[in-house]
């Protein structure tokens, strides 16, 4: 799965809040999904502005996960300070793949491959030029 983390990658620091916890005291296993969301959101108004602008261009453009594999491996509690680190692994013609890790200091707590899929209309469409040279790595640029 998720191969070394990458200098330029996205990095959102979060607490753990009650709300995220189960009767365990641990984070459930979905807050994870929530927690990831924001990451890859926050990754992409970083590099291509708010997404609400994509909806109210009226472009009908829109992104969807299409396929998520994880991987947990340690838990967080109640009150730990945890990263959420997003960053591009490759994209294809009409899709992103991400990978993404949750940390508590540098210890890995889970580890996520996201595929994002660009779609118009319920079809999947090419992603956006802009949106691929922003998400393109700078070392890949350059080359």
Known sequence: ??????????RLPLRIYYEDTD???FVYHA????FMERGR????????GDQS???????????????MTL???RPAR???QVEVLTWSSALRGASMHLAQVVRRGEDVLVRAEVVVACVRDGRAVRLPDGLRRALTPPEVRSA
């Open 1 to 10: 799965m998720t191969s070394a983390i990458p200098a330029n990658a996205h």
């Open 23 to 25: 009767f365990s005291g």
């Open 78 to 80: 109640m009150d730990d």
């Open 53 to 67: 602008a994509l909806h109210a261009d009226g472009s009908g453009l829109v992104f969807v996960v299409r396929k």
């Open 71 to 73: 991987d947990y491996l």
């Open 41 to 48: 959101t926050e990754l992409l108004r970083g590099l291509a």
């Open 31 to 34: 807050s994870y999904l929530r």
